[in-house]
T-cell receptor
Framework: DTAVSQTPKYLVTQMGNDKSIKCEQNLGHDTMYWYKQDSKKFLKIMFSYNNKELIINETVPNRFSPKSPDKAHLNLHINSLELGDSAVYFC?????????????FGPGTRLLVL | GQNIDQPTEMTATEGAIVQINCTYQTSGFNGLFWYQQHAGEAPTFLSYNVLDGLEEKGRFSSFLSRSKGYSYLLLKELQMKDSASYLCAVVGANDYKLSFGAGTTVTVRA
């Protein structure tokens, strides 16, 4: 069984469109994250939720809106897509919020904005 | 802020040993992770150090010196499947966030 899953795996879209990426974890973890990995391979935290509550909100354009309907799901909606949004987006989960717990990553969503 | 440095690339021969260094300057410290990421795949956990010293786990070992802001990941008896990017990540003490370095791409040659 896949521990952290994301859909879609690939997403190609035009500038200005709105798109969503979904993430689900079946590990029973309380905390979920969204990361962006750019072409230089830097992995940067965007958001983190603990039991459906937002706990980390990095300096991310407000075109990006996370939503956590329950602690097993964390979705990412992106409005008015721009060329610079092209990257790989990884979802992750961990048991707690201290940062010391291992984070388990999903397979990534490769977003290409044309 | 966090500043995490590691070499961009390293190449080694199958069966050899490679040491990947990571230096960090962070506002607070609550531990250091090493993750492995194969091309086109998700990062996967390798090790976590919060106390000074060496942690050994099979062919992989990780070392931490908090006073020097330094860690290394040691890969022994290299295999072709070890060709991957190795990411050093530091947990901040104040924000509990993981800050990643840019990763070191290791290429293992026959």
């Amino acid at each position: 069984d896949t521990a952290v899953s994301q859909t879609p795996k690939y997403l190609v879209t035009q500038m200005g469109n709105d798109k969503s990426i979904k993430c689900e974890q079946n590990l029973g973890h309380d905390t979920m994250y969204w990361y962006k990995q750019d072409s230089k391979k830097f992995l940067k935290i965007m958001f983190s939720y603990n039991n459906k509550e937002l706990i980390i909100n990095e300096t991310v354009p407000n075109r990006f809106s996370p939503k956590s309907p329950d602690k097993a799901h964390l979705n990412l909606h992106i409005n008015s897509l721009e060329l610079g949004d092209s990257a790989v987006y990884f979802c992750a989960s961990s048991q707690g919020t201290s940062g010391e717990e291992t984070q388990y990553f999903g397979p990534g969503t490769r977003l290409l904005v044309l | 802020g966090q500043n995490i440095d590691q070499p961009t690339e390293m190449t080694a021969t199958e069966g050899a040993i490679v040491q990947i260094n990571c230096t960090y300057q962070t506002s607070g410290f609550n531990g250091l992770f090493w993750y492995q990421q194969h091309a086109g795949e998700a990062p996967t956990f390798l090790s976590y150090n919060v106390l000074d010293g060496l942690e050994e786990k099979g062919r992989f070992s990780s070392f931490l010196s908090r006073s020097k802001g330094y860690s290394y990941l040691l890969l022994k008896e290299l295999q072709m499947k070890d060709s991957a990017s190795y990411l050093c990540a530091v947990v901040g003490a104040n924000d509990y966030k993981l800050s990643f370095g840019a990763g070191t791409t290791v290429t293992v040659r026959a």
